[in-house]
């Protein structure tokens, strides 16, 4: 359980990561 978890955490950091690099790489270029 704790991996499914754990898991879990990851893929939400990924994908808020991806929504910043997102958000940041527009305003940067």
Known sequence: V???AI???LIVL???L???N???T???A
């Open 2 to 4: 704790a991996i499914t």
């Open 7 to 9: 898991m879990r955490k």
């Open 14 to 16: 990924a994908n808020a």
């Open 18 to 20: 991806l929504r910043d």
């Open 22 to 24: 997102r958000l940041w």
């Open 26 to 28: 527009p305003k940067a």
